[in-house]
T-cell receptor, first 115, second 115 residues
Framework: AQSVTQLDSHVSVSEGTPVLLRCNYS??????LFWYVQHPNKGLQLLLK??????LVKGINGFEAEFKKSETSFHLTKPSAHMSDAAEYFC?????????????FGAGTRLAVHP | GAVVSQHPSRVICKSGTSVKIECRSL??????MFWYRQFPKQSLMLMAT?????????EQGVEKDKFLINHASLTLSTLTVTSAHPEDSSFYIC???????????FGPGTRLTVT
């Protein structure tokens, strides 16, 4: 069975400094991996996805993630944090189930950005 | 494109009553729709998967008689919480997968409060 582990429940950074949100996955085959962001009382927004193409995936708002099979990791990074990046971030792996993808969510990482 | 709406966004009901939540794909046809539940400060848990015109598939531990799901058309799925109790208070989120894609698009969520 597929699973994801987000290694930090909370991350706090200063505005303008780099962001690193860590995610490890477990999969019996080549997975599809996603990062979603959820702002307070808002719906989920897809930041980026990996589907076995390039291992370095660029997403929206300056975020990117690198798929490392040897480390079973898919960490999310951003060179310079902005106040508007403060939100909950979910690492997600998909499990192919019949004719659709079943998404399995990590526990989430709450990112705080301080002035 | 790929917009999913939910109605209502917030609902407060009394214990013992039933509440219906609608999920609509506004600009695409969705063969499959998913219902998730999110408790405060926690991750999303898949409750059930519904395919248009067939019975929903419920995840382990989810009571199908309490959470009634109907997917009557390719653009509408409904979740009815029957005989709601305070422990059913939660954030309910739906997603929809287009007929020609495995990708899921999320609605903004519905906050249910049972008093």
């Amino acid at each position: 069975a597929q699973s994801v582990t987000q290694l930090d429940s909370h991350v706090s950074v200063s505005e303008g400094t780099p962001v690193l949100l860590r995610c490890n996955y477990s999969s019996s085959y080549s997975p599809s991996l996603f990062w979603y962001v959820q702002h307070p009382n808002k719906g989920l927004q897809l930041l980026l996805k990996y589907t076995s193409a390039a291992t370095l995936v660029k997403g929206i708002n300056g975020f990117e993630a690198e798929f490392k099979k040897s480390e079973t990791s898919f960490h999310l990074t951003k060179p310079s944090a902005h106040m508007s990046d403060a939100a909950e971030y979910f690492c997600v792996v998909s499990d192919r189930y019949g004719g659709y993808n079943k998404l399995i969510f990590g526990a989430g990482t709450r990112l705080a950005v301080h002035p | 494109g790929a917009v999913v709406s939910q109605h209502p966004s917030r609902v407060i009901c009394k214990s013992g009553t039933s509440v219906k939540i609608e999920c609509r794909s506004l600009d695409f046809q969705a063969t499959t729709m998913f219902w998730y539940r999110q408790f405060p400060k926690q991750s999303l848990m898949l409750m059930a998967t519904s395919n248009e015109g067939s019975k929903a598939t419920y995840e382990q531990g989810v009571e199908k008689d309490k959470f009634l799901i109907n997917h009557a058309s390719l653009t509408l799925s409904t979740l009815t919480v029957t005989s709601a109790h305070p422990e059913d208070s939660s954030f309910y989120i739906c997603s929809a997968a287009p007929s020609d894609s495995y990708e899921q698009y999320f609605g903004p969520g519905t906050r249910l409060t049972v008093t």
